[in-house]
């Protein structure tokens, strides 16, 4: 049975120095600096948002009721000159105050998808741990972000995972270090900073596809309310110490 997209183009609407257009969807207000978005992209965002809603919505159920805003520059240089400050080194950013993310058009659709479903990740799981006035270890924000860029159902079809099966054994770190880690303050070689990207996104498709989601969304619970890791370890996946789980994954 096909779902059909009701798409409505509004008039345009001076933002700034230049002019927003905007399209709607079920699940999305699209702010495009283009006057078109390209081929398909709507029906793009709402598996998307399908995808996402199956996998995150067990941390952001508001995200079946209320539409998610896109702000879509028509380039990098626009986007960096735009109202959100994005680091420079960015190709998306997530605005959770007003539950939207701000991306710019790349070359490739595949790759402009990737982003906005990596930074729709980060809205809607960080959003989580802000209720608690908290955040996220880094590993498991930006591990879990990684795994929905692509098929999160098959990851094997992942650029990251195809990156980590071909990672050697001995590149990986010890987890008890790896753990503690921030990358963007913590490390400044290129490799070990790559290395580290391909663990977080390797733990995570661990923890979350070798269980259930359940037991994910119990595990970040007990992080989010202070249980030391090694104890949400063992309490949501039976790991008595931190060497049986480095094992096992």
Not at 19 to 36: G, N, Q, R
Not at 121 to 137: I, Q, V
């Amino acid at each position: 049975m096909k779902t059909a997209i009701l798409i409505l183009l509004l008039a345009p609407v001076r933002a700034a120095d230049w002019t927003w257009h905007e399209t709607l969807s079920p699940h999305f207000v699209v702010a495009h600096e283009m006057v078109w978005m390209p081929s398909g992209f709507v029906l793009s965002l709402e598996k998307i948002h399908n995808r996402l809603r199956r996998d995150l919505a067990i941390f952001s159920p508001w995200m079946a009721r209320e539409k998610l805003k896109l702000f879509l520059y028509k380039d990098q240089k626009s986007y960096m000159a735009g109202q959100f400050s994005p680091p420079s080194w960015s190709n998306g950013i997530a605005i959770f105050n007003q539950k939207a993310i701000a991306v710019y058009s790349q070359p490739e659709k595949s790759k402009l998808l990737q982003i906005i479903a990596h930074e729709m990740t980060h809205l809607l799981f960080d959003g989580y741990w802000k209720e608690a006035r908290k955040e996220p270890p880094s590993w498991l924000n930006e591990g879990l972000a990684m795994m929905e860029e692509g098929d999160s159902e098959d990851p094997r079809r992942s650029d990251w995972y195809r990156a980590m099966a071909g990672l050697p054994a001995g590149e990986f770190m010890p987890v008890e270090k790896f753990f503690i880690l921030t990358p963007t303050k913590d490390l400044h070689d290129k490799a070990m900073l790559s290395a580290w990207y391909v663990q977080a996104y390797s733990i995570v498709v661990f923890l979350y596809h070798g269980r259930t989601r359940m037991q994910f969304k119990n595990f970040c619970a007990q992080l989010r309310d202070g249980t030391p890791l090694a104890k949400a370890l063992w309490s949501v996946y039976r790991y008595p110490t931190m060497v049986k789980f480095e094992r096992d994954w």
